[in-house]
């Protein structure tokens, strides 16, 4: 059942689809339950609009100052850390080489379908719900009843499933729809809250459980040609749910801030982004199979290369890297360069990544800084000494501990998802 498709890369009314459900939001027509008008005001307050006409908010590209905002995003993007692509931001890759394993808050890319809701944490509850329960009702649970369980601290990677995406286009030719993002809608945290599989079993999971589906306390999400799809949920497998999957309250030592999913978000270490639904509100537990859009219509890989109908709903990530540098860097020539990059993969550590500095026709092993870890990153160094100006590609490839090396050329997806190709990362030597 396919109902709508996703807006693609450059959607011409995306502005004017954005600046609609402002009004909406405004003028009282849509909302999430939890969410009052006066949190909104002072969302859109943060946002830099409170006040403004609705029609008058900032478009994504429009200037250097409009750069600094995106409409629902509560937090400063500065242009030196952040990409924003319409109701989201993506964290420029270069940058990160000033960082450590962790990803600063402040510098973690955000993917919005709507809009970050200012959720008061004392005011919050979780309810668990459905007939997977044995009692078949629901329970709900307060941030304080959530802390009194044991408390778990996990490392784990946040990476959007479209990561990579505008790669399909500028390196495979190939037109997908989607945020044009790529390679920095990715982060790692250190995140701390309790084990889903406690909570549910507190509330009562029963025998016959087979799915839960995480909702956000989000806007209802509306598609560019105006279906409202409800309100951001994804139904996760129980064996998944019961296996590594917190529900997080602080994100590197501070509470999770508003852009992340204060005050807990669903946190599915290796799997992809969007099944570490932000601002959770309720949990449905099933013992019947759960569809939602984000597993039925999204999420899936469909295409020539793909089963007709489409694939299975996707799950874990894909194994990729990319270098701290800009495209196009600039860098000089009889110097020894120390290039830096990362590399991941949902499926197991990252155990080794070789580098090219000819697009590949020759390859050399890259230090690896980190010890591979499944579901987190791992940082590597290079060193290269260009003797001659010119254009280069630079190229990275990662191998995780299950054997899966990147491939070329990824097998083209209609919604550009798992790129996981080697990129060919262009530079010039002056
Ligand atoms: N409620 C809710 N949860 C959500 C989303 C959203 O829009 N609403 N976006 C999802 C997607 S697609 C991704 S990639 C991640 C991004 O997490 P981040 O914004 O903390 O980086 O959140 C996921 N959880
Ligand atoms: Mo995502």
């Given at each position: 059942?396919?109902?709508?498709?996703?807006?693609?890369?450059?959607?011409?009314?995306?502005?004017?689809?954005?600046?609609?459900?402002?009004?909406?939001w405004?003028s009282?027509?849509?909302?999430?339950?939890?969410?009052?008008?006066r949190?909104?005001?002072?969302?859109?307050?943060a946002?830099?609009?409170?006040?403004?006409?609705?029609?008058?908010?900032?478009?994504?590209g429009?200037?250097?100052?409009?750069?600094?905002?995106?409409?629902?995003?509560?937090?400063?993007?500065?242009?030196?850390?952040?990409?924003?692509?319409?109701?989201?931001?993506?964290?420029?890759?270069?940058?990160?080489?000033?960082?450590?394993?962790h990803?600063p808050?402040?510098?973690?890319?955000?993917?919005?379908?709507?809009?970050t809701?200012v959720?008061d944490?004392?005011?919050?509850t979780?309810?668990?719900?459905?007939?997977?329960?044995d009692?078949?009702?629901?329970?709900?649970?307060?941030?304080?009843?959530?802390?009194?369980?044991?408390a778990?601290?996990?490392?784990?990677?946040?990476?959007?499933?479209?990561?990579?995406r505008?790669?399909?286009?500028?390196?495979q030719?190939?037109?997908?729809s989607g945020?044009?993002?790529?390679l920095?809608?990715?982060?790692?945290?250190?995140?701390?809250?309790?084990?889903?599989?406690?909570?549910?079993?507190?509330?009562?999971?029963?025998?016959?459980?087979?799915?839960?589906?995480?909702?956000g306390?989000?806007?209802?999400?509306?598609?560019?040609?105006?279906?409202?799809?409800?309100?951001?949920?994804r139904?996760l497998p129980?064996?998944?749910?019961?296996?590594?999957?917190?529900?997080?309250?602080?994100?590197?030592g501070?509470p999770l801030?508003?852009?992340?999913?204060?005050?807990?978000r669903?946190?599915?270490?290796?799997?992809?982004?969007?099944?570490?639904?932000?601002w959770?509100?309720?949990?449905?537990?099933?013992?019947?199979?759960?569809?939602?859009?984000w597993n039925?219509?999204?999420?899936?890989?469909f295409?020539?290369?793909?089963?007709?109908?489409g694939?299975?709903p996707l799950?874990?990530?894909?194994?990729?890297?990319?270098?701290?540098?800009?495209?196009?860097a600039?860098?000089?020539?009889?110097?020894?360069?120390?290039?830096?990059?990362?590399?991941?993969?949902?499926?197991?550590?990252?155990?080794?990544?070789?580098?090219?500095?000819?697009?590949?026709a020759?390859?050399?092993?890259?230090?690896l800084?980190?010890?591979?870890?499944?579901?987190?990153?791992v940082r590597?160094?290079?060193?290269?000494?260009?003797?001659?100006?010119?254009?280069?590609?630079?190229?990275?490839?990662?191998?995780d501990?299950?054997?899966?090396?990147?491939?070329?050329?990824?097998?083209?997806?209609?919604?550009?998802?798992?790129?996981?190709?080697?990129?060919?990362?262009?530079?010039?030597?002056?």
């Amino acid at each position: 059942m396919r109902t709508s498709p996703p807006a693609p890369v450059t959607h011409p009314s995306e502005a004017s689809y954005d600046r609609r459900r402002l009004s909406q939001w405004l003028s009282g027509r849509a909302h999430a339950e939890g969410v009052s008008r006066r949190t909104l005001l002072r969302l859109l307050g943060a946002a830099g609009v409170a006040g403004a006409a609705p029609f008058a908010v900032p478009l994504a590209g429009a200037g250097p100052a409009a750069a600094a905002t995106a409409p629902g995003i509560v937090k400063p993007l500065p242009e030196a850390w952040f990409t924003v692509r319409g109701t989201n931001a993506e964290t420029r890759f270069a940058s990160l080489a000033e960082t450590g394993y962790h990803t600063p808050n402040e510098r973690f890319f955000v993917r919005n379908h709507t809009a970050t809701p200012v959720l008061d944490a004392s005011g919050w509850t979780l309810t668990v719900w459905g007939d997977g329960l044995d009692h078949g009702g629901s329970v709900e649970f307060t941030l304080d009843d959530l802390k009194r369980f044991p408390a778990v601290t996990r490392d784990a990677f946040v990476e959007c499933a479209g990561n990579g995406r505008s790669l399909f286009t500028t390196q495979q030719g190939q037109a997908v729809s989607g945020t044009a993002w790529t390679l920095g809608a990715i982060g790692a945290a250190r995140w701390r809250g309790v084990r889903l599989a406690d909570v549910l079993r507190r509330a009562g999971l029963g025998r016959r459980a087979v799915d839960v589906m995480p909702r956000g306390l989000d806007a209802d999400y509306v598609t560019a040609d105006g279906t409202n799809l409800g309100r951001v949920r994804r139904p996760l497998p129980l064996a998944k749910a019961l296996d590594d999957v917190l529900l997080a309250y602080e994100m590197n030592g501070e509470p999770l801030p508003p852009d992340h999913g204060h005050p807990v978000r669903v946190l599915v270490p290796s799997w992809i982004g969007v099944s570490s639904v932000k601002w959770v509100g309720d949990i449905q537990v099933s013992a019947q199979p759960l569809y939602s859009p984000w597993n039925t219509d999204f999420y899936r890989l469909f295409g020539d290369a793909h089963p007709v109908g489409g694939s299975a709903p996707l799950t874990r990530q894909t194994v990729k890297s990319a270098w701290e540098l800009e495209w196009n860097a600039g860098l000089a020539r009889d110097t020894t360069h120390r290039l830096t990059g990362r590399s991941w993969s949902g499926a197991a550590g990252v155990v080794r990544v070789e580098v090219s500095a000819d697009g590949g026709a020759h390859w050399w092993p890259a230090r690896l800084h980190d010890a591979p870890r499944r579901g987190g990153w791992v940082r590597w160094s290079a060193d290269w000494r260009p003797r001659s100006p010119g254009a280069y590609t630079l190229a990275a490839r990662a191998t995780d501990a299950a054997g899966r090396t990147q491939p070329d050329t990824t097998a083209h997806n209609t919604q550009g998802y798992l790129f996981d190709a080697v990129v060919r990362h262009p530079v010039t030597v002056t």
